[in-house]
């Protein structure tokens, strides 16, 4: 894991948030690559549920919304974690993750572990960010930062009901900013207090649900498959009863092993008909599905509610690599083409070499039209590929000499370090076949 913080940083994926202040603790800014990236990412989700399907909607919600809706939803009194602190060193841990935190006075221990440990009794703590919403203080209402996207989905079932004109199964995907003060937040981007979401409500009729929940844990775990992430890294874990949550009937956890083990990438939660009746009851706005024949009944939900960040972190993990090439060490993230944040490079051998940089630059502005690519003509050329390797670059195009004799240019596989020669004006074409062609890791399954 520290390789891959060291590598962020010094890429330009993820920087610390607020640095120059002294950091606040696990909030992280994006940087240009880091943004490229999880913006691959997240495109890649919404195409998987909205692009490739015909049941599924999108919508983009409200962060703060009306605070009765987590009365009826169960958080302002259930979300809550159990807490112990340590006496003896005095840090805070949550109580049913002492195994995923260091003990403060020896850090090769758990909590708890070490024989001057004492913790207190498990105690319970709200894990809603509050805010204050209007101007006066005095009339300001508290309100809160929503601790997932899901909610604003169940408020706007009746519009898309009735305006988007849908009927069971169909689902409402949404990402977005969800916030919760973790009371240990951690594994750099594992576990923020702000982060995204990224979460589909797929309505359906009662009888149809565990069908439902088979299918999208199935059909999510294909997903992190498809972008590259090797089959024996990933798993599905369903809860034990004592842990699910206040509004799950059953949850399979899709996890991932981490550097620090098996960890929730997404759940996949069978939430039954927790949600609309709550809503109906608390606001006295009917959440039904009423059929052409006059039948009526409260759709199941079936919930894959994953992170872009969390993700992004297991798509880094694994694709990170080292080797010796001809003797020397090149890093490389052998990431997916589809998530990698930038498709190609464009090296001229030559930066002086007014023929080469001609020719790149116009090969650059002819690939940029459709791809996310990069010129750079600075430092020695052995050095441009190891940055590119570094970034993940799934492809670099290099102009030499002979390029502005006969229009061809060579081009490096990142993972292979194959070259082939193509002509200069084929390589649009060949870039977008290469694209498409399917990839599969070589760091094997
Ligand atoms: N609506 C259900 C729900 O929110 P969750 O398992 O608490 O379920 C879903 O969250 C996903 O959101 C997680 O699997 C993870 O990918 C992401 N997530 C949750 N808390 C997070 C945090 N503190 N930091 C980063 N990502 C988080």
Redesign the pocket.
Known sequence: MDKIVSLCRRRGFVFPSSEIYGGLGSAYDYGHYGVLMKNNVKARWLESMIQERDDIVALDSAIILNPRVWEASGHTQLMHDPLVDCRACKLRFRADALDQAQCGLKPSKHPGEFKDCDLTEPREFNVMLATSFGVLEESAAKVYLR????QGIFLNFKNVLQIARRKPPFGIAQIGK?F?N?IT?GNF?????E?????MEFFVPPDEADEWYRYWVEERLGWYTRYGIRESKLRVRPHEPDEL?HYSQA?S?VEYLFPIGWL????V?NRGDYDLRQHSEHSGTKLEYVGEGGERYVPHVI?P???P???MLAFLVDAYDEEVVAERERTVLRLHPAVAPVKAAVLPLIAKDEGMVRHARALYEELRTRHMVEYDEGGAIGRRYRRQDEIGTPFAFTVDEQTVGDETVTVRDRDSLAQERLPIGGVQDWLEEALERPWKTPKGD
């Open positions: 601790p997932e996207t899901a969800s919760r973790e937040p981007l594992f576990r923020t207090r982060f995204e979401q990224m979460e949550s949850t956890d929730e990438l997404e759940g939660a919930e509610a994953g992170g960040d969390r993700s």
